[in-house]
């Protein structure tokens, strides 16, 4: 029996990461994984194959809706849904195989099958075919992700009424979708369909989109989002879902109480969260401590309540992201390899990959006004970018907050195109606990769309040139 320094069981972003980076350090690894695939709900379910079909589905859209404005005439486009799966399914293979090939790269072990842990330094594997085996190991990695929040009495059967990974392979375009909750999700998902031909409404309990993200950003969003054709109904509940019938006929209710509406649809899609990964992992009899959303308990240094065991990503507390997922496997790592790994929670951007993007770094307006802080502001539309008005991709605008005090910056968010690799800079600035002033004052390329960030910096200072 081969005895490992580390075992890692999950193979997503956090657990393939944290492989590697241990490995780099000179320690034995091993990964477990219960799917077929290595890569996590990232490469198989969720970022990539999402990507993929934002993109394709966009390329659908331009040909059909901008290039004849620049003088580039084609014939209407058609949709060809089966190719465009194919061309996901593409892109989904060529990463895994990139993960396959990184393991071996780096001498890591790929056990297959579910792990369970059964106390310190000791993980059983059950394969698919019912055999286990027991691997001995020095530390333990809890990288499992999370998995769909369920929606009280909705079943999801992933035809008609999907979660994001039935979502993911509709075979046909629905004439009509109803989206229930508009998070990142069902902004991501509800533009492919969207845009492929769908009418999509979106129900929301909250009375805003993308909570969490800055109010300001998120109320421009939605009215560019209604713009392009989406519904919104804030502040309502999908409360069932009838199903006996070839279209399915879903129950609104305003979230605050009130008269029912109905609304027939082809499909559904339930986003409205996600919720953390531990089935069948031995916790409890481990006796690994879980907080009260289900999230495996860990200390800063990723350590859980049981000696050698250690999680990160999804299935702690923080945002459910992939980058801070890999961040935190490579610090967790570095921890375990005696080194001073260290994750900036302030500093992880966010992205919403829908056309515009939508994308942040730290802290938003409502949060510098609950903490007390005394902020400034600046902002830049993109309609005044000279490179976004000769593209005429002028929607959107920058917003820059900083320290009302000591001008550093505290926040940057972005509506816009590109805004996902914009927001960057801004992340690169706070990590180095730099001024709206050092960001004014860094020269910026022309003409580029990052000049409107620029702007927002010496908006701050109340000096922008082109406003
Ligand atoms: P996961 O990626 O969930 O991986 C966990 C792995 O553990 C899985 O492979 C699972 O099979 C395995 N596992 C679980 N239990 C066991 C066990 N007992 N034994 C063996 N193996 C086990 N994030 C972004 O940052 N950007 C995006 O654009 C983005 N898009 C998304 C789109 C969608 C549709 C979804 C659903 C999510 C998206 N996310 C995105 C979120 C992102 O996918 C997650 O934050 C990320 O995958 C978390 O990584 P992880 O390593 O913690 O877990
Ligand atoms: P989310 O948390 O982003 O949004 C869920 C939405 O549903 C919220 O607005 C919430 O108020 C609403 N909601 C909750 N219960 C409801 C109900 N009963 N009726 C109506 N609305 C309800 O979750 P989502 O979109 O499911 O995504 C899950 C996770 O995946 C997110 O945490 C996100 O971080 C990650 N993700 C990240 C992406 C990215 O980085 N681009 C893309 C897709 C997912």
Known sequence: ???????????????????????????????????????????????????????????????????????????????????????????????????????????????????????????????????????????????????IARLK???????????STGALSLEKVPEKLLIVGAGVIGLELGSVWHRLGA??????????????????VAKQ???????????????????GIDTSNKTLVATIEPAAGGAPEKLDVDVALVCIGRVPYTEGLGLKEAGVALDNRGRVQTDSHFATSVKGVYAIGD?????????????????????????????????????????????????????????????????FPFTANGRSKVNQTTEGFVKVLADAKTDRVLGVHIVGREAGEMIHEAAVLMEFGGSAEDLARTCHAHPTRSEAIKEAALAVGKRAIHM
């Open 153 to 163: 009495g909705v079943e999801i059967d992933e035809k008609r009424i999907v979660s």
């Open 315 to 379: 299935v702690i507390a923080g945002p459910m992201l992939a980058h801070k997922a890999e961040d935190e496997g490579v610090a967790c790592a570095e921890i375990l390899a005696g080194q001073a790994g260290h994750v900036n929670y302030d500093v992880i951007p966010g992205v919403v990959y829908t056309t515009p993007e939508v994308s942040a770094v730290g802290k938003t307006e409502e949060e510098l006004k609950q903490a007390g802080v005394a902020y400034t502001v600046g902002k």
């Open 221 to 239: 969003f939605q009215r560019i989002l209604e713009k392009q054709g989406f519904t919104f109904k804030l502040g309502a509940k999908v409360t």
């Open 1 to 147: 029996m081969a005895t490992y320094d580390l075992v890692v069981i999950g193979t997503g972003p956090g657990g393939y990461v944290c492989a590697i980076r241990a490995a780099q350090l000179g320690m034995k690894v091993a990964v477990v994984e219960k799917n077929a695939t290595l890569g996590g709900t990232c490469l198989n379910i969720g970022c990539m194959p999402s990507k993929a079909l934002l993109y394709a589905s966009e390329m659908f859209e331009e040909a059909g809706h901008s290039f004849a404005k620049m003088g580039v005439s084609v014939p209407t486009p058609k949709i060809d849904l089966p190719a465009m799966m194919n061309f996901k399914q593409q892109g989904i293979d060529g990463n895994v195989k990139g993960v396959e090939f990184l393991m071996k790269k780096n001498k890591i072990d790929v056990i297959s099958g579910k792990g369970k842990i059964l106390g310190t330094g000791k993980v059983e594997v059950t394969g698919s075919d019912g055999k286990t085996q027991t691997v001995e190991t020095k530390n333990i990695v809890i990288a499992t992700g999370s998995d």
């Open 199 to 216: 009418q999509v409404t979106v129900v929301e309990f909250l009375d805003r989109i993308l909570p969490g993200m800055d109010g300001e």
